[in-house]
């Protein structure tokens, strides 16, 4: 006999099922499935130089010598941020002073060399507020230098050497900030000049020198605007320079470079725009040197990074026909030039980082070539302005920066593989073959970063982070790799790694998700719910980068999904949870450009997604499983910018979501749009938010015969929605929060109970919502967190269905963020666990059923993010798989509660008898083209269905032995009048419960 046609009696029936071996677990509280990610995220002290941003990018960049040493400012868990110093050795790096004693920090900013013996800096003890401080290095050196305000904080600022002093501006409570200048006494630490008298402040920005023994700043005297003034440090020496656009207006003078004997500045006279000045301290000697940028227009002459070759300075200016490019200028018009367009056109290379090396200045610039910043030098000349090496061909460029001379050649940040290697350090000889990565200090995509590098003689300081091994920290070098390393992990200890697993899909017995287990990057895995049956898929992306798996979903006895390679980009993928089964379907968007692949919804035997390509943006596109069966299904918005679609729901034959038209004429914006899987059969169902805005149509489910989805209007804002897939049926069900504010209905999910979302009506804050299909009967169901703050009742993707029950991301007053389980009533709402406990948050989310249990992902204190699992007690019934064509039949169910009857319905194949088995669990096959989710050869018969649609009453006895039982169901389609072919629904799995 036909294994289609054999009966089994019912009371088999119920002898099998209550012999089906149970995976059911008696645990009633979520537990971590395994810590997949099990390294340690070292803690990171973060040593910086302190300097501040007012000077020059070389001098801020870098770590102040002070004596024999260097200075730095760094964190660690017992004195907060504070004062160290290092000669370049581990017991040489030691903590100077805990200046706000205990674990608070001081605040350091400032740092300022005097006379190279000292150092001046701002920094708040917790008593005496922001104040000057001064060191010497050591413990007893380090004191507060004078407390200019006593009852708060003075605030130096803007420190700039001048001889034996230095001037800064502080403010003491009754002359507002203003310009001060010490010897490193606090006797000798005076008030220069109130220069706006009284007490409002003459707003001192933009402190430079002239010469070595004076500033030059801008500031504010209330009557002439923020012009250019002058100090010796002296009340006699304080002046106006010129009043360089006359009168109340202002010229703001910055960004000052001193060649020794004049200095160069940016100013705007009110006429010329801001161009290029130059001054020797006088109002005579103080001129425009140059209208680079012809008429109002500016040039912005930048000497942040000013160099000096010879006689020449060079800086960065836009003349408005070539960019932002390399100028330089002797101190006349005529020397005044454009070096190099480096990046040729009107387009900028914008360079910066100038470095000497000899006579040789290196930089970073944009080129029309390389499209984005590279590595270039120049002797001064055009034709000696040349790109050094291209390190990432194309336009990605590997940004270089951080340039420092240390030992005949430039060493720097940058990235030349971004996906496997990040921001190293490199060297440069400079030559293309002498320029290349000099240590991979943190393997994997991250990169160690280095920073601050700093020339000390035999060695060079910098910092870096060792993610695996001391975080972020201070490193040395000599030159050499063995040389490079850290020199002390000044915060030592470390917090869990989180694995971030995401994205889960239900597989036979198993869970398909991303995770990343500190080694190879965020990489497929599977689970069978135990710590030893979880393991690594496969390295998609072979090495520390991540091969990034997302949008997991089950189809044709695979999970497909989105995953990267260098080779292809984000493409589409497809796996049967073994290495060698876990295979690329498609390279849509050919060659290394992504077409990243999302939105995955299973519907009549095929499966449909959003897909980029160069072509036609990102548009619906539909896949059988084969290369040549992936194709794009319309470009619905013609050309590049494509219609966005999103939010796929199955229902009545037909894929409902949310596309945009928008940039066709007239265009509808993002509206409710459907498909019969042809181009022609793809056509708008209403253009809900009339004329070319948007209704954005959301988190579109099915229930009780109707779509229902949110939608936003400009009369009602965005509120629940209801469709039977016409216009004319298509229309506004209920406005939750009335007026134009929106109830933001959002993870709509249908359950054996009713329609679960989560809502805010504008009184209780955002929570969980409930609906049987009327206005009467959608009502919150439960205020998780009482009165107008929000329970927040989420989960992503929807929320788990366990028969009646949800479970989702809720919070209530003292517990965060944790996971809950809701039958729609305020008793019938717990939470499952406080899994972060307190007030900190869990933050469970990327949430499935899986084998009667629910997966998800949450934090926690000891072992970061992480996947659990929770075996529960309640029914589930939970469909997967696709059906088989051409009628494409379905198969749902209620939940099976013991001493209750579950409803087992679907849609059948017209006058066609068809044949309803369930099996044990597993994970299924292909007969005559069809989906086999029950194995057939051994399934069971449960009943005979017939008809376009049909129904069956699944009784479950109440015993409670068959708790945490589960079996799959599918239904078999017979063509008469032979039997052959055959016709097959989706499975469900069935789990009996309580």
């Given at each position: 006999?036909?294994?289609?046609?054999?009966?089994?009696?019912?009371?088999?029936?119920?002898?099998?099922?209550?012999?089906?071996?149970?995976?059911?677990?008696?645990?009633?509280?979520?537990?971590?499935?395994?810590?997949?990610?099990?390294?340690?995220?070292?803690?990171?002290?973060?040593?910086?130089?302190?300097?501040?941003?007012?000077?020059?990018?070389?001098?801020?960049?870098?770590?102040?010598?002070?004596?024999?040493?260097?200075?730095?400012?760094?964190?660690?868990?017992?004195?907060?941020?504070?004062?160290?110093?290092t000669d370049g050795t581990t017991a040489g790096t030691v903590l100077v002073k805990d200046i706000n004693p205990g674990t608070a920090s001081s605040s350091i900013r400032n740092l300022t060399p005097l006379l190279g013996t000292r150092a001046l800096f701002s920094a708040n003890d917790g008593t005496s507020g922001s104040e000057l401080w001064i060191t010497d290095g050591t413990t007893a050196g380090t004191q507060l230098?004078?407390?200019?305000?006593?009852?708060?904080?003075?605030?130096?600022?803007?420190?700039?050497?001048?001889?034996?002093?230095?001037?800064?501006?502080?403010?003491?409570?009754?002359?507002?900030?203003?310009?001060?200048?010490?010897?490193?006494?606090?006797?000798?630490?005076?008030?220069?000049?109130?220069?706006?008298?009284?007490?409002?402040?003459?707003?001192?920005?933009?402190?430079?020198?002239?010469?070595?023994?004076?500033?030059?700043?801008?500031?504010?005297?209330?009557?002439?605007?923020?012009?250019?003034?002058?100090?010796?440090?002296?009340?006699?020496?304080?002046?106006?320079?010129?009043?360089?656009?006359?009168?109340?207006?202002?010229?703001?003078?910055?960004?000052?470079y001193s060649n020794g004997s004049v200095a160069f500045f940016q100013a705007d006279d009110g006429t010329s725009g801001a161009e290029l000045w130059v001054t020797g301290g006088t109002a005579a000697t103080t001129n425009l040197l140059k209208d680079i940028q012809v008429g109002t227009g500016s040039s912005s002459p930048n000497f942040a990074y000013a160099q000096k070759i010879g006689s020449d300075v060079f800086f960065t200016a836009n003349d408005g026909v070539n960019g932002i490019e390399l100028w330089k200028t002797d101190g006349t018009a005529a020397g005044t030039t454009l070096v190099a367009d480096i990046y040729a056109g009107s387009s900028s290379s914008s360079p910066r980082y100038f470095t000497l090396l000899g006579s040789t200045m290196f930089f970073a610039a944009r080129s029309l070539d390389t499209q984005n910043e590279e590595l270039w030098k120049t002797d001064g000349t055009t034709a000696g302005t040349v790109n050094v090496a291209e390190l990432r061909p194309g336009i990605d460029g590997s940004f270089p920066s951080d340039l420092v001379a240390f030992g005949g050649k430039i060493w720097f940040k940058a990235y030349q593989s971004f996906d496997t290697f990040g921001y190293e350090l490199f060297v440069s000889d400079g030559t293309a073959a002498g320029t290349q990565m000099f240590k991979d200090i943190s393997p994997g995509p991250n990169g160690s970063s280095p920073r601050y590098m700093t020339s000390i003689g035999s060695k060079m300081l910098f910092q870096a982070n060792d993610e695996m091994s001391v975080g972020i920290e201070l490193f040395e070098s000599d030159g050499t790799t063995a040389g490079t390393k850290s020199i002390l992990d000044i915060r030592p200890g470390g917090s869990p790694n989180s694995s971030y697993p995401a994205y889960p899909a239900a597989f036979g017995d198993l869970v398909l998700f991303s995770a990343n287990d500190g080694v190879s990057g965020i990489e497929l895995w599977r689970s069978d719910r135990t710590a030893a049956g979880t393991v690594q898929v496969m390295d998609i992306n072979p090495g520390p980068a991540s091969g990034s798996p997302r949008y997991m979903t089950r189809f044709k006895n695979a999970v497909y999904f989105s995953a990267f390679t260098i080779a292809n980009?984000?493409?589409?993928?497809?796996?049967?949870?073994?290495?060698?089964?876990?295979?690329?379907?498609?390279?849509?968007?050919?060659?290394?450009?992504?077409?990243?692949?999302?939105?995955?919804?299973?519907?009549?035997?095929?499966?449909?997604?959003?897909?980029?390509?160069?072509?036609?943006?990102?548009?619906?596109?539909?896949?059988?499983?084969?290369a040549a069966g992936t194709q794009l299904v319309k470009d619905i918005?013609?050309?590049?910018?494509?219609?966005?679609?999103?939010?796929?729901?199955?229902?009545?034959?037909?894929?409902?979501?949310?596309?945009?038209?928008?940039?066709?004429?007239?265009?509808?914006?993002?509206?409710?749009?459907?498909?019969?899987?042809?181009?022609?059969?793809?056509?708008?169902?209403?253009?809900?938010?009339?004329?070319?805005?948007?209704?954005?149509?959301?988190?579109?489910?099915?229930?009780?015969?109707?779509?229902?989805?949110?939608?936003?209007?400009?009369?009602?804002?965005?509120?629940?929605?209801?469709?039977?897939?016409?216009?004319?049926?298509?229309?506004?069900?209920?406005?939750?929060?009335?007026?134009?504010?929106?109830?933001?209905?959002?993870?709509?999910?249908?359950?054996?109970?009713?329609?679960?979302?989560?809502?805010?009506?504008?009184?209780?804050?955002?929570?969980?919502?409930?609906?049987?299909?009327?206005?009467?009967?959608?009502?919150?169901?439960?205020?998780?967190?009482?009165?107008?703050?929000?329970?927040?009742?989420?989960?992503?993707?929807?929320?788990?269905?366990?028969?009646?029950?949800?479970?989702?991301?809720?919070?209530?007053?003292?517990?965060?963020?944790?996971?809950?389980?809701?039958?729609?009533?305020?008793?019938?709402?717990?939470?499952?666990?406080d899994l972060n406990p307190g007030s900190s948050s869990s933050s469970p989310g990327d949430a499935i059923v899986s084998g009667g249990a629910v997966w998800f992902d949450a934090t926690s204190a000891m072992f970061g993010s992480e996947p659990y699992v929770w075996w529960t007690t309640r029914a589930s019934a939970t469909a997967f798989g696709e059906s088989c064509g051409p009628a494409f039949p379905t198969l749902e169910s209620q939940a099976p509660v013991v001493g209750t009857t579950a409803m087992m319905s679907g849609k059948g194949f017209g006058a066609n008898p068809g044949l309803l088995y369930i099996s044990p669990p597993m994970l299924g096959s292909s007969i005559l083209g069809c989906p086999d989710y029950v194995g057939i050869g051994t399934a069971l018969f449960l009943a005979p269905v017939v008809g376009a649609t049909y129904s069956y009453p699944l009784f479950v006895p109440a015993t409670p032995s068959l708790v945490g039982i589960r079996v799959n169901a599918q239904a078999w389609f017979l063509t008469l009048p032979t039997i052959l072919p055959v016709q097959t629904t989706n499975g469900v799995e069935l789990v009996i419960g309580v």
């Amino acid at each position: 006999m036909s294994p289609l046609l054999r009966i089994t009696t019912a009371g088999a029936v119920l002898a099998l099922v209550s012999s089906i071996c149970s995976s059911f677990c008696q645990a009633q509280t979520p537990v971590l499935v395994k810590d997949v990610n099990a390294t340690v995220a070292p803690y990171d002290s973060s040593p910086a130089p302190g300097r501040g941003s007012a000077g020059p990018w070389e001098e801020t960049n870098r770590f102040l010598k002070v004596g024999s040493s260097w200075l730095f400012i760094a964190f660690d868990d017992a004195n907060g941020q504070e004062l160290w110093r290092t000669d370049g050795t581990t017991a040489g790096t030691v903590l100077v002073k805990d200046i706000n004693p205990g674990t608070a920090s001081s605040s350091i900013r400032n740092l300022t060399p005097l006379l190279g013996t000292r150092a001046l800096f701002s920094a708040n003890d917790g008593t005496s507020g922001s104040e000057l401080w001064i060191t010497d290095g050591t413990t007893a050196g380090t004191q507060l230098l004078k407390d200019i305000h006593p009852s708060s904080s003075s605030s130096p600022s803007y420190l700039t050497a001048i001889g034996a002093r230095i001037l800064f501006t502080a403010n003491d409570g009754t002359s507002g900030t203003e310009l001060w200048v010490t010897n490193g006494t606090a006797a000798g630490t005076t008030l220069v000049a109130d220069i706006r008298v009284g007490a409002s402040s003459s707003n001192i920005f933009a402190m430079g020198n002239l010469n070595p023994v004076t500033a030059i700043f801008q500031a504010d005297d209330g009557t002439t605007g923020q012009e250019l003034w002058r100090s010796d440090g002296t009340a006699a020496g304080t002046m106006l320079v010129k009043d360089i656009n006359p009168g109340a207006t202002t010229s703001r003078p910055t960004s000052f470079y001193s060649n020794g004997s004049v200095a160069f500045f940016q100013a705007d006279d009110g006429t010329s725009g801001a161009e290029l000045w130059v001054t020797g301290g006088t109002a005579a000697t103080t001129n425009l040197l140059k209208d680079i940028q012809v008429g109002t227009g500016s040039s912005s002459p930048n000497f942040a990074y000013a160099q000096k070759i010879g006689s020449d300075v060079f800086f960065t200016a836009n003349d408005g026909v070539n960019g932002i490019e390399l100028w330089k200028t002797d101190g006349t018009a005529a020397g005044t030039t454009l070096v190099a367009d480096i990046y040729a056109g009107s387009s900028s290379s914008s360079p910066r980082y100038f470095t000497l090396l000899g006579s040789t200045m290196f930089f970073a610039a944009r080129s029309l070539d390389t499209q984005n910043e590279e590595l270039w030098k120049t002797d001064g000349t055009t034709a000696g302005t040349v790109n050094v090496a291209e390190l990432r061909p194309g336009i990605d460029g590997s940004f270089p920066s951080d340039l420092v001379a240390f030992g005949g050649k430039i060493w720097f940040k940058a990235y030349q593989s971004f996906d496997t290697f990040g921001y190293e350090l490199f060297v440069s000889d400079g030559t293309a073959a002498g320029t290349q990565m000099f240590k991979d200090i943190s393997p994997g995509p991250n990169g160690s970063s280095p920073r601050y590098m700093t020339s000390i003689g035999s060695k060079m300081l910098f910092q870096a982070n060792d993610e695996m091994s001391v975080g972020i920290e201070l490193f040395e070098s000599d030159g050499t790799t063995a040389g490079t390393k850290s020199i002390l992990d000044i915060r030592p200890g470390g917090s869990p790694n989180s694995s971030y697993p995401a994205y889960p899909a239900a597989f036979g017995d198993l869970v398909l998700f991303s995770a990343n287990d500190g080694v190879s990057g965020i990489e497929l895995w599977r689970s069978d719910r135990t710590a030893a049956g979880t393991v690594q898929v496969m390295d998609i992306n072979p090495g520390p980068a991540s091969g990034s798996p997302r949008y997991m979903t089950r189809f044709k006895n695979a999970v497909y999904f989105s995953a990267f390679t260098i080779a292809n980009g984000a493409e589409l993928w497809k796996s049967d949870g073994t290495a060698s089964g876990t295979v690329l379907v498609k390279d849509i968007n050919a060659g290394v450009n992504s077409s990243s692949p999302q939105n995955f919804t299973v519907h009549d035997g095929k499966l449909y997604f959003a897909a980029t390509t160069a072509a036609e943006g990102q548009e619906l596109w539909v896949t059988d499983g084969t290369a040549a069966g992936t194709q794009l299904v319309k470009d619905i918005s013609p050309g590049t910018l494509g219609s966005n679609p999103l939010y796929m729901a199955s229902y009545n034959g037909r894929l409902y979501f949310g596309a945009n038209d928008g940039f066709t004429s007239p265009g509808s914006g993002s509206e409710l749009w459907s498909t019969d899987g042809t181009a022609a059969g793809t056509t708008l169902v209403m253009d809900i938010e009339v004329g070319t805005g948007s209704s954005n149509p959301n988190y579109l489910c099915v229930y009780k015969g109707k779509l229902w989805f949110g939608a936003r209007t400009t009369a009602s804002g965005t509120e629940l929605w209801s469709s039977d897939g016409t216009t004319a049926g298509t229309a506004l069900f209920m406005e939750i929060r009335a007026g134009t504010s929106s109830g933001s209905p959002s993870y709509m999910t249908a359950t054996d109970g009713g329609l679960y979302f989560a809502a805010n009506d504008g009184t209780n804050g955002t929570e969980l919502w409930k609906s049987d299909g009327t206005v009467a009967g959608t009502v919150m169901a439960v205020d998780l967190n009482p009165g107008s703050a929000s329970g927040f009742a989420q989960m992503f993707p929807r929320y788990p269905v366990l028969g009646k029950h949800v479970v989702f991301s809720g919070s209530a007053p003292g517990t965060g963020s944790e996971p809950f389980v809701s039958d729609g009533t305020t008793l019938g709402t717990v939470m499952l666990a406080d899994l972060n406990p307190g007030s900190s948050s869990s933050s469970p989310g990327d949430a499935i059923v899986s084998g009667g249990a629910v997966w998800f992902d949450a934090t926690s204190a000891m072992f970061g993010s992480e996947p659990y699992v929770w075996w529960t007690t309640r029914a589930s019934a939970t469909a997967f798989g696709e059906s088989c064509g051409p009628a494409f039949p379905t198969l749902e169910s209620q939940a099976p509660v013991v001493g209750t009857t579950a409803m087992m319905s679907g849609k059948g194949f017209g006058a066609n008898p068809g044949l309803l088995y369930i099996s044990p669990p597993m994970l299924g096959s292909s007969i005559l083209g069809c989906p086999d989710y029950v194995g057939i050869g051994t399934a069971l018969f449960l009943a005979p269905v017939v008809g376009a649609t049909y129904s069956y009453p699944l009784f479950v006895p109440a015993t409670p032995s068959l708790v945490g039982i589960r079996v799959n169901a599918q239904a078999w389609f017979l063509t008469l009048p032979t039997i052959l072919p055959v016709q097959t629904t989706n499975g469900v799995e069935l789990v009996i419960g309580v």
